[in-house]
């Protein structure tokens, strides 16, 4: 049977690793993932929704500052389309955190 880093590689997905190599604690996996997707995705929404945008509407018309913070936060993401962003985000980051839990598990 093939590891999951084996089969990750068929779907073109490399496992993560970091300059000292890839981690063996299951707890590191849990906690990258609670912070990935918990906490990293809502936190940027807050940043363009709740600073950048704000920010852009003490100097500009709404009209034009809302715009702006989205094509802002597009740029940055290269899509389009903010519910798949955020969909795509939480699940990407989720779905390679837990496989290479499930690694360390077994």
Do not use: K
């Not at 970091?18 to 906490?39: E, K, P, R, W």
């Not at 802002?72 to 955020?86: A, D, K, P, R, W």
């Amino acid at each position: 049977m093939r590891s999951i880093p084996e089969r990750l590689t068929i779907i073109t997905i490399n496992p993560a690793e970091s300059a000292v190599g890839q981690s063996t604690d299951l707890a590191f996996y849990l906690v990258l993932f609670a912070v990935s997707t918990v906490v990293a995705v809502p936190l940027e929404e807050l940043f363009f929704r709740g600073i950048v945008r704000p920010h852009l509407e003490e100097r500009f018309h709404a009209a034009v500052a809302i715009p702006v913070a989205r094509l802002l936060f597009v740029v940055v993401h290269l899509t389009e389309n903010l519910f798949v962003l955020l969909i795509g985000h939480v699940t990407f980051n989720g779905i390679q955190i837990l496989l290479r839990a499930l690694e360390v598990a077994v």
